[in-house]
Every structure is written in C-alpha cells, then in structure tokens.
C-alpha cells in the first residue's frame, strides 16, 4: 500500500543526533555527538535499592497511573522546586514522559497550525522537530554570549505576533551559555507587555561547575503572574533510560497538558515514577548533583586542553559554566556537515552546527559533548578530530 503521509510528517526532518547516534551504534567510533551523561557516574546501586523497596510494597507499581503523575513524586518534586524559589501545588504540576514530551505536550494545547513561535538562534533541534510537526511557523532570534537579544525579540514580536517564545536560558543546547540576569528580566517584561507565553526548557540548570552560582529560573522570577511554563527531567541528572520529566504551570496549563497526555500515552511509567520517588526519599542527590558537576568541568578543561594545544588561532569557543556542550566556531568556509563525514571515516563524532537553526543555518559551526568520554578515550577522541579538521584547514 502507498501511504499518502501528513504535510507535518512531509516536513519533519529526522533528528542529526539522533542519525548520528544509529551511526555509531556497536562501531569503534569515539562519539561526542549525543547529550549523553556520563554511564559509569550512574547511581546505579542506589537506583537497584529504589526498584527493591518499590517491588517490596506490592504490585501496584506495575498498574496504570494517574496522568498527571504519581502523587508522592510530585510532592517530592514540589519540595525541590520551592529551594529555587519556584513555589508550586501538586495539581500545578505534571510529569512527563521525559522533557522532550513536555515541550511536545505545552506545544499540543497553545499553538495552533501556523501560529508562530519565537526561538533562540541556534537552539535545541528536538524542539525544532516538535515545531515543525505542528505546523508552527519557527521564527529565530538573535542571540549573543549574554542570551536573547531583546531588542530583536521586541522587534520580531511586533511583527509576528508570536503565541510562544521557547527558551533553553542556563547552559542552553547547544551553546553552553547563560542568560545574563537583564536579559531574562527584559524577556519576561516582553511576556507581560505583548501576552506572549514563556516555555523555559532547564535540563542542564543543576549541571553548574561553580557549586555557589545562583541562575535564577523565569519562572521563579514571574512568580505567580503564569506568563511561564517550566520543563525539566531526571534525564541528565539520574539517567535517561528512566525517561521522567515534571512540567510546571499554572492549573490551567497543567490541565490541558493532561488532557494532551491522556492522548498521546495516558501516563508516565509508574513503575519508573515510584522508583525514583525512593530514590528522592532515601539518596542525597543533592550530593550526586555535584559529584557529577565536578566531574562533568573536569572533562571540560581536558577536551579544551586537548583543543588548545591544537595551536589554532581560527577556532573559537566560549567556555560553558555548566551543561554538556562546547560550542566550536570553525573558519567560515568549512563546513562542518563535510567534516564530520570525514571525521566519521577515523572513527569520531560530533553535530554539526546547521542542525541547530531554525533559518540560515551556520556551517562552519561544531557541537561537542564532554560528559560521555573521559580519559585516554577522549584524548584519542580529540586526536582523531584535529587530525580531521587540519586537513580541512589546510584547504581552507
């Protein structure tokens, strides 16, 4: 049969990383492509402990569930959100099948097909991918080191009228960077003047390398105006496979995105929900938080010593305060779809940067993890990248 697929679907493009992921599946290759937390930093027994206890109660673990998400969790999660200042009620809260379904899910009952949505540029390419099956019309803003430039995104919500602005403001995919505290302040005075709803997507805001640094959310400081709704996930900071994500609005979104994911999936994993409702009440994971920061700058000072003893003067880089990512600016005529075909033939991976842009992509751009590999596997990494990019700057 020859299916006649949706004009969404026709316009979905598949995701690089993911691509770039099946490519390096069960092969030699050293990959700093993927998002990829860092395995052997997994709480493992502390997480084998939590499923125990859960089996041990009795069998409802393994029942359907609330949509909105086992109780105690959201209690839990609640609790945590208050010490950032982000005050909330359960029933203001949602769990989510990872963040990835909460920017799916927000997106499912604000936007409409054609409705338009502000974004940062470069930005978070899965969210591109949930735009773009919705039919939106994604429309980039500048940014620089400090975040959104504000005097653009005024400028573009005057134009456009957009219903969404989707933002990733503490150590953001794939930049690394961090919204300076104006420039949040001046988004949100934007919000309230022309009634423009916020999705601050923070799966990297626990990720800082300096313990004492204070990156206050949106959401924390639109209070209870509701012009924000907050996404995070366990994802980066426990692990992905468990696949749970919370989502934070008023009681008016948090119902609609119910409603949404009674469609799409009815509800999260109990089974995972009730482990990782152990996990909080019996593990510091304050502290695992910052053992795995603190091993997370590590790795970042030694993929940038690798780099920098490069000697290169026309690459460029911000160093990140926090997150996963090193954002490389390479020569303007390279471009970094082409290198990472080379790069691939001796067995290493990176993103190329185009796969970030909403509009006008950058080429000459390269995303690197730093969190999956360590050691001599990324020194090795590193070697077999600069020898890739050297013969394309020679040709330069």
């Known amino acids: 049969m020859e299916y006649r697929f949706s004009n969404n679907v026709q316009r979905l493009q598949s995701s690089a990383v993911r691509d770039i992921l099946k490519l390096t599946q069960g092969k030699e290759i050293i990959s700093f492509a993927g998002g990829l937390p860092a395995e052997e930093l997994f709480p493992l027994e502390a997480i084998q402990d939590a499923a125990e206890r859960v089996f041990r109660t009795g069998k409802n673990s393994l029942q359907y569930g609330l949509t909105e998400g086992f109780l105690p969790l ?19 809260m949602i769990v989510t099948t990872g963040s990835q379904q909460a920017i799916d899910l927000v997106t499912r009952i604000l936007m409409n097909p054609g409705d338009v949505v502000l974004v940062e540029n470069p930005t978070y390419l899965a969210s591109l991918q949930v735009f773009n099956l919705s039919g939106l019309t994604v429309v980039p803003v500048e940014s620089d ?38 420039r949040r302040k001046g988004l949100l005075e934007l919000s309230h003047r022309f009634g423009v709803a916020i999705l601050e997507d923070d799966p990297y805001g626990e990720i800082k390398f300096d313990p004492n640094a204070n990156y206050p959310t949106l959401f924390s400081l639109d209070g209870k105006a509701g012009h924000v709704i907050y996404t995070s996930t366990f994802s980066k900071t426990v692990a992905p496979a468990l696949r749970t994500g919370w989502a934070i609005g008023n009681r008016e979104v948090i119902s609609n995105m119910a409603k949404a994911k009674q469609a799409a999936d009815l509800h999260s994993s109990t089974l995972d929900q009730q482990t990782l409702d152990q996990l909080l009440q019996h593990f510091p994971l304050d502290d695992h938080i910052r053992t795995i920061s603190k091993a997370y700058g590590e790795r970042l000072q030694q993929m940038q010593s690798l780099l920098k003893k490069q000697g290169w003067s026309d690459v460029k880089w911000v ?63 590193i070697t077999r990248f600069a020898e890739t990019l050297n013969e394309f700057l020679a040709r330069c």
């Open 145 to 182: 080191k400090d975040g959104m430039i504000i005097e653009e995104a005024e400028r573009l919500m005057k134009l456009h009228k957009p219903k969404m602005v989707y933002v990733v403001p503490t150590f953001g995919n794939p930049t690394g960077r961090v919204w300076s505290l104006e």
């Open 319 to 381: 160093e990140p305060k926090g997150g996963m990512f090193l954002w490389l600016e390479l020569p303007e005529a390279l471009d970094s779809e082409a290198l990472l075909r080379a790069a691939v033939q001796k067995n290493v991976a990176f993103v190329p940067g185009a796969s970030f842009y909403a509009a006008d992509p950058q080429r000459n751009k390269a995303r690197l993890n730093f969190t999956y590999t360590t050691g001599e596997r990324m020194a090795t990494g």
């Open 74 to 92: 959201r209690e839990q999660l609640c609790a945590r959100m208050a010490q950032k200042n982000m005050h909330v009620a359960p029933d203001e």
